[in-house]
């Protein structure tokens, strides 16, 4: 069974993305992907690559690419609001 617990090397890199983030500037692509290929490695996985990607109509690769995308772009935002208070969207996005 696979432990959905990070580890330590895991936690580490994460403390020093996390570090980059700030409000009102947008994290870059390396470290939302970043961010998100270490979360993902410790979420349950209900659908396979395969699945994914026929329902977007895209390859494995590109969906494993665009779902890791999204959970570190989703990730970081809920930190910079967590950490540093609630700040607005923007236009269109709320």
Known sequence: ????????????????????LRPGAQANWSTRYRIGV???KHLDAHCTLAELGRALGV??????TESVLALG???????VRMHFGRYPLPAGKQ
């Not at 617990?5 to 996390?18: G, I, Q, V, Y």
């Not at 390859?59 to 494993?64: C, D, E, F, L, V």
């Open 59 to 64: 390859t494995p690769q590109n969906a494993y």
């Open 73 to 79: 772009t989703l990730v970081c935002a809920l930190y």
């Open 38 to 40: 270490i979360l993902s």
């Open 1 to 20: 069974m696979k432990s959905n617990a990070a580890d330590a090397p895991d936690l580490t890199e994460l403390l020093s993305l996390f570090a980059r």
